[in-house]
């Protein structure tokens, strides 16, 4: 009987490091899966997607300093499908002939922008945020000046990139 009774922790301890290992092993099965779809983003290379924009004869006609919005449709991939983003850019000319391409969301929140000819500013509702017509903070809570999409020109025709400018400042705003 002796024996049978120090033979019993051991089992015992067995069982219970039997059913932890067993329990970790699903823990981690479970875990590994979810970590991958949370930090796939993180690791996943952006596609670039450019969408033709309209051609430098139309926005010739623009009169300087008189924002045109523009709307654009990018063709991304998500996952297995391909979706249709909607966006808005702002497209203004400067004096000089020089364009720009604005979003319209204030940096501030994201809100959508309005022009407000009267004031020659673009105002965001939510806030009170405004910018000048070249895009640059003249009132209000944003931190940075209007973002700029990345932008080139082929022939005679305007692309607009999915992604934004690193630095609206190299523009001089």
Known sequence: MAKSSEESPSRRTFMTVVIGLISAIVGVAVAVPILGVVLSPLFKKRDIVWTELGS??????IAPLTPKFVPVYF????????NTLPRQVV???DINGNFYFFSNQCTHLGCPL???PARQKFLCPCHGGMFNV???????PPPRPLYE????????TVFIQN????NPKERGI
């Open 56 to 61: 430098m004869n139309d926005l010739q006609k």
């Open 75 to 82: 063709r991304v991939k998500q996952g297995w499908s391909v």
């Open 91 to 93: 497209v203004v000319k």
């Open 114 to 116: 309005h022009w407000i």
């Open 134 to 140: 070249l895009g640059k903070v003249v009132g209000g």
């Open 149 to 156: 999409w990345v932008h080139k020109i082929e022939k005679d």
């Open 163 to 166: 992604k934004f400018l690193n």
